[in-house]
């Protein structure tokens, strides 16, 4: 019953209420950010979903675009804008993505979407992280999130599809303003954000 209606209705209302009474924060990380990235305050891109049916997830964007004399973009943490380090620091580059879950894209909590063009790289177990729609934040995200290894983060992601509940989705959610406070496993370790997935795990 929870899993299947009362989420949905809470996931809504509350990335409604939550999107009004944050709009005053969202409009100035919007400035402050378009005058940062020369115009593009939001990071958009194409995720996996439930069922891994694409859309479009909007993050703010907290790196900027440069590139080296090859024209290759610079690494992930030479990019990093100061706006954008307070930003990812604090997690509130994921503020955006209430709207992905008034949509009805995304849930408040569930698996991270990650990259399409990891897909078809997932084993059966991993693949597993679409049965549900994709969250904000989620279980592998209060244990750990950027600083642990992917074997694990999938691991954490099935335990989640497999243990949906109001009592989990309510420990998850405090747990989650305290990673947020203590700006904890924001970076894996040495890098701004973790190595890409290469299906070996």
Partial sequence: MYK?????VFDFLAATIGFVLLFPLFSIITILLFIANNGK???IQKRPGKN???FKIIKFKTMNDKKDNDGKLLHDS???TTVGK???KTSLDEMPQLLNVIKGDMSL????PLLTDYVHLYSDFQNRRHEIKPGITGWAQVNGRNAIDWDKKFELDVFYVNHVSFTLDFKILLLTLKKIVISEGINA???ATIEPFNGQY
């Avoid at 299947?4 to 949905?8: D, E, L, R, S, T």
């Avoid at 909590?109 to 991270?112: F, K, S, T």
Wanted: net charge positive; aromatic share 20%.
């Fill in 4 to 8: 299947n209606y009362f989420k949905i």
């Fill in 86 to 88: 307070f930003v990812r």
């Fill in 78 to 80: 030479e990019r990093l």
């Fill in 109 to 112: 909590i569930g698996p991270r």
């Fill in 189 to 191: 370790k040495d890098a």
């Fill in 52 to 54: 891994c049916e694409v």
């Fill in 41 to 43: 305050p939001f990071f």
